[in-house]
């Protein structure tokens, strides 16, 4: 009788592990504990994430090759005095780009296009004042089972109401992504 009250409360702990374990994992994708700045992590962090069937704010993307890409919702900003190009009015994204792949992703392969209200948006602007680097200082080489996070921002001659991110990983046309949606203020 004390074998079988063990086995069961075995039994009975191993459950409860299994299910801890997978409402634990359902965390790990929640874009908003994401970092502010060009990070990168792997090794031991969460799998690639699952595949969208079309491009959505804020959840994973993964393209065919196996790298992956999530860009927050968009959100305005009146950029500071000190941005590089210019503008009175902004959109900003978070991007991060998960290697999926058993090898380093070139990161020089990855092609950015923005639009506001409708209109191709301005070559990406640099607001460190503001917290937006962009590209700039991110590794050329994004090892496997990786990731980058960058904070982007494009400059707008209106307040933007509506902006979308083209992606493309590589130079083929189905490696192209476009996250569009209305802006948050």
Same mark, same amino acid.
């Given at each position: ?39 990168? *992590? ?48 902004? #959109? ?57 996070? #960058? ?24 490696? *192209?992504?476009?996250? *569009? ?5």
């Amino acid at each position: 009788m004390t074998t079988r009250r063990r086995l069961a409360a075995a039994c009975l702990a191993l459950a409860a592990t299994l299910c801890l374990a997978a409402c634990q994992s359902g965390a790990a994708g929640d874009p908003s504990n994401g970092s502010s700045s060009a990070t990168s *992590s792997g090794g031991s962090g969460p799998p690639a994430p699952t595949t969208t069937q079309a491009p959505v704010f804020g959840r994973p993307y993964t393209y065919p090759s196996g790298v992956s890409v999530t860009v927050s919702a968009p959100q305005a900003f009146k950029p500071s005095v000190t941005a590089n190009p210019r503008f009175d009015h902004a #959109v900003s994204f978070e991007l991060t780009l998960h290697n999926g792949t058993d090898e380093p992703y070139d990161m020089s392969r990855l092609r950015l296009e923005a639009s506001v209200n409708g209109h191709p948006a301005s070559k990406e602007i640099i607001d460190s004042t503001k917290g937006y680097p962009g590209l700039r200082g991110v590794s050329t080489k994004l090892p496997p089972a990786r990731s980058v996070t #960058v904070l982007l921002a494009y400059g707008s001659k209106e307040w933007p109401s509506e902006a979308g991110l083209r992606v493309r990983v590589g130079p083929q046309q189905r490696a *192209s992504a476009e996250f *569009s949606g209305p802006v948050e203020s």
